[in-house]
């Protein structure tokens, strides 16, 4: 069978003898068509009038610029290949959607095919990606990241020591061993391994997994010659072993570009060159571009098909002339008559069986839970500028609030006052420090997640569940050490249950106001946008509390946000806490004709607070924050889906 299909696409040509051995040599290393196993057989990708579009915004109106122009190619398993171009070329945007890893930004027409199926959500499995920018948490270690990532990729029946040598080896092969214990570090003073080591390391991280497909955005730039040469010694014997690589590289040495079995070069978007790297010095020449003895061939194909500023025209000519040419050259044909064999097979034959990852078992999403919340559980306690300072602002203003209150004697009429401002500066200090920390610190890994959510390694539930989980034991130990110092220097009820009351109130107004942050940071883009809405929503909190405004005087649509507010239903029920079943307040010094509060229910009446809404306003609290945590859930998982 098939026989007689190479034979219909090869047809009668002048070039069918060269076209033929091309074939022969890619069926020597064909796979069977009656199973599809790339992972076992290898992957050969090819793609058919593949055109990319850029969506760009614009004032509402949605203009489309055209990044990639109506290309076609093939790269067969086992090969490592570089795709080079100028910059802006397309490369990365090509190599994004190939790895389906693009942006949602990007429009893309054409076909796709792996073994001559389409390019699907499966790609996550099937491909490792080492992106242009690296993305790590700082504060951990190599060896605990390695030893995260094994965890989060590898199969669960590996033993721990099974991925503790896997990840020797390759930090070893990698030259990271020196490192194993080194925080990874940021981009600031915090920088602890260097650019080239973090290259390193993120390509350590994609081929953990072994993967049949590796895609490499520029892994050998920030590396040393030695260190780049090594690196693509690594990915030339992984390719010598089936793994099809393609890579974008930028001024390769000679010794380097010397290993790559297969060149794609690109300019405007459109194909200069695919095929043997050999034999790209040979088409430029056919085209009278001799390459200078004294450049490297890299060098000098990307000068002729680069646009320097005030030669733009020029350029243009010189690049749609070469990319011309090479449509119409015997190279394209050979590529061609590639792509249109993949394309027939996927059609003509169908596979019986489908077998992606047949023998792989992937981890439980608990233990992904459990180790994602270990990370980040991590990140929050090595990261001093997050947990120390924080619990030292906090320790700070109980103070300052303990020694303005200092003394306060409930059961007078100033005694009132003083504890219900009290009331509110415990409400407002455990309402906003979390809400706007959270708005900022939570979205601090949302890049990370979504590059690793595109990879297939956890689902949007998982993260969100780990952050929150991560972030608890803080949101309850930073209430309690606030509240044990504030509430013992100032005046407020000296019995252990109104104690304890108080601080279960104080740590559900810390969480609900936490989620409401995670809700507002999940909603918008950025930090600013989040809180140019966050601010008016302050305002409704406030004047819904009840201490500025008699609730019973709200009028329209405050009347319906005030259920809403935690503000109010915390106010109300730590001021519950304080005055229920108080009886002796007195009316001393205070002016003749002023009204004056002589018992707790008093307070709570001027107020509008009722003394049997304790309950009722702690499960609010409660709801309120399971709606919040459920609501930016929903916006996380819509931005998700528009990354
Ligand atoms: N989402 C996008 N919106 C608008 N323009 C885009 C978008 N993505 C890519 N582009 C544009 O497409 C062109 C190609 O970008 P790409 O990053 O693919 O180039 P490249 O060849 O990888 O460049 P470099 O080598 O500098 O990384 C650039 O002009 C870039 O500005």
Redesign the pocket.
Known sequence: MEETQLDVLNGDSDIESEMQASIDSFRERSRSYSRWSPVDEGVTLAWNNLTIY???KKRGITNY?R?INDMSGAVKAGSLVALM????????????VLGYRN?A??VVEGDMIINGRKIDDYMKYLSGYMH?EDMFIPYLTVLEHMTIMANLKLDRRLTRDDKRQKILNILTELGLLKCLHSKIGGTDQNKALSGGEKKRLAFATEILIDPPLLFC??PTTGLDSYSAQKLVGIMSKMASERTTIVC?I?QPSMDIFSMFTQLIL?AD?RTAYIGATSKAIEFFQNLGYTCPSTYSPADYFIKILASPPGQEDSSRQTIKRICDQYAVSDYAKEIDVVVQYEFHMGRAVVPRRFELRSNFKEIHWHSKLYWLVYRWTLEVMRNPTIELTRVLQRVGTAILIGFCYFGTNPYTQNGVQSVQGVIFMLVTENTFHPMYSVLSEFPENTPIFIREYKSGLYHPATYYLSRILSMLPGFILEPVIFISLAYWLTGLQRTFDAFALTTTVIILTMNVASACGIMFSNAFESVPTALAYLVPFDYILMITSGIFIKLSTLTNVFDYLKYLSWFMYSTESLSIVQWKGITNITCENQQQGLPCLKDGTEVLEKYNFTQDNLARDMINMIFLMIAFYLLGYLFLCYRTKRK
């Open positions: 850029a969506k760009i610029k990044i171009g100028a910059s802006g070329a397309g490369k990365s945007t090509l190599m994004s942006s930004k990007l242009q955005d520029e974008t930028h690109i978007g």
